[in-house]
């Protein structure tokens, strides 16, 4: 029995041996594990930290779960430049940055500056509002020594009424003569009028109509208030072949007098059919005309919406003091349902805020189905890029 038991012994040791190896094995496995967990839970964390908008770092809650990260988009309004920065001047579309501010609170847009669009799809309108154009014909009688001028028609001019349309004449002159002026019939509600009016310069030997420049001017008239320029064209009469009656077309430019001297408001809009809701973003203005004796305006915005020509409802954003070019970033939700769309428009106004007198208008933009072919070319895209705020320049007019 004493020799059974000396005889086992080794065996009992080498079991002991190999069951401590098997445990060493699996605590170092153990280890293995929790170190390989603890270093993908750190880097898992590492993908949620962003960017707060101080430029600090903010940690987001999320799963462990690795998720791919989106831009951080809404379609509220549009990141501007703050109203403490001097606006920068962009070469191609207007410049944006900075934190938009609204009612409705603030969110981004962010843009590439080098395509003029946004992530979003939101287009900056930069060229210049189209004026309409003029048809005339001109012909010079050798015999009698007269020039012969026909002013024939007028196409796509602006609305310079709230009613959606103008009422355009034609004032004529033979520069440098600035005293001497005919005038056409007045053409009431008519954005393409038609004239076919002959008159007649009498007396003017040719080589002298060679130095004269034949001036046409466009303009809106208004029965109590001065007439609102809409277009105007020179055509040197060197230029011109006399000789034969010809017909010509001329695109209207800018008048000199009134060219830009009420400013521009830049503003998007967005309509969302299903929920029958307009959205409109007042962005900022600039070049405005000054109204204090300081050189400045105290500038704001009203917008009324419009229904069938009556007003229905008025939104204002905040007071701008003492600047020329104020920036707004002001969001405004209309209710406009798809039946009533085609009978909606709003007039966007700019004022001067005053305290002891009333408040002065610098000038408007009447946006809706009928308007003048800018302000419509921006109601359109509007409704092709539904659910996307469309972003443009207007020229701000007198509709006093």
């Not at 960017?51 to 988009?73: C, F, H, I, Q, Y």
């Not at 001497?180 to 080589?207: A, D, I, Q, R």
Request: charged share 25%.
């Amino acid at each position: 029995m004493k020799n059974g038991t000396t005889d086992n012994a080794p065996v009992f040791v080498t079991l002991l041996i190999s069951l401590a190896s098997l445990v060493s094995v699996a605590l170092f496995v153990l280890l293995c594990g929790l170190c390989d967990c603890f270093s993908g839970k750190k880097q898992a964390e590492k993908q949620f930290l962003f960017d707060d908008e101080e430029g600090g770092t903010e940690r987001k809650s999320a799963s462990v779960r690795p998720m791919k990260r989106t831009p951080m988009l809404t379609r509220k309004t549009i990141k501007f430049e703050r109203p403490d920065k001097k606006p920068a001047v962009a070469a191609v579309a207007p410049n944006v940055g900075g934190v938009a501010g609204s009612k409705n609170g603030s969110s981004e847009f962010p843009l590439d500056p080098f395509s003029g669009m946004d992530q979003e799809g939101i287009m900056m309108e930069t060229q210049e509002e189209t004026l309409g154009r003029i048809q005339f014909s001109l012909h010079y009688n050798f015999t009698e020594q007269t020039l012969i001028l026909k002013i024939i028609r007028a196409q796509d001019l602006p609305a310079k009424d709230l009613s959606g349309t103008s009422d355009p004449f034609v004032k004529i002159l033979l520069l440098p003569n600035k005293k001497s002026k005919m005038e056409t019939k007045v053409k009431k509600k008519k954005l393409n009028p038609t004239w076919h009016e002959t008159f007649l310069f009498e007396g003017f030997p040719y080589n002298k109509l060679q130095e004269r420049i034949l001036h046409l001017q466009v303009l809106d008239y208004d029965k109590f208030s001065r007439n609102d320029a809409i277009g105007e064209v020179n055509i040197p009469l060197c230029d011109i072949e006399l000789a034969k009656e010809t017909t010509y077309w001329k695109n209207l430019l800018p008048s000199k007098k009134s060219a830009g001297k009420l400013g521009d408001v830049l503003f998007s809009i967005m309509y969302v059919p299903s929920q029958g809701q307009l959205t409109i973003v007042i962005m900022k203005c600039r070049n405005l005309q000054a109204k204090d004796i300081t050189g400045k305006s105290d500038p704001y915005v009203k917008i009324w919406h419009m229904y069938k020509g009556k007003r229905v409802e008025k939104k204002k954003t905040t007071v701008k003091k003492c600047t020329l070019n104020p920036i707004f970033n002001e969001e405004f939700v209309f209710d406009v349902s798809l039946d009533k769309i085609r009978d909606t428009s709003f007039i966007i106004s700019v004022l001067d805020r005053d305290r002891l007198s009333k408040n002065d208008a610098i000038g408007s933009v009447l946006i809706g189905h009928k308007t003048s072919p800018l302000e419509m070319k921006h109601w359109n895209e509007m409704f092709a890029k539904a659910r996307q705020p469309i972003a443009q320049w207007h020229v701000l007019k007198d509709m006093s």
